[in-house]
């Protein structure tokens, strides 16, 4: 089992920056692929980036230039930073990580005001 908890989300203005963290604990060695998907309302959850623990990334069109990804094996921890927000990035936050199969957190909640 893995457990994972956010942290950073927030009230921002458009254009603003918020950073992401979440901690994965329990069976951490068995996580491959770490990363954030994202809940808009009324919409599908939706993939915004990954990280492999080889540090190979990948964002969704929407954020690249904008979000960055990063993470430490060591601590077990992935962080997302996220530059020049828009009110489109408004979205329910979970952090994700792939084991033996997908593990989600609990979710962290970022607001961007036009």
């Known amino acids: 089992q893995v457990q994972l908890v956010e942290s950073g989300g927030g009230l921002v203005q458009a254009g603003g920056s918020l950073r992401l963290s979440c901690a994965a604990s329990?069976?951490?060695?068995?996580?491959?692929?770490m990363g954030w998907h994202r809940q808009a309302p009324g919409k599908q959850r939706e993939l915004v980036a990954t990280i492999t623990n080889r540090g190979t990334t990948y964002y969704t069109d929407s954020v690249k230039g904008r979000f960055t990804i990063s993470r430490d094996n060591a601590k077990n921890t992935v962080d997302l930073q996220m530059n020049n927000l828009k009110p489109e990035d408004t979205a329910v936050y979970y952090c994700?990580?792939?084991?033996?199969?997908?593990?989600w957190g609990q979710g962290t909640q970022v607001t961007v005001s036009s």
């Open positions: 994700y990580a792939l084991a033996y199969r997908p593990y």
């Open positions: 329990g069976s951490t060695f068995s996580i491959s692929t």
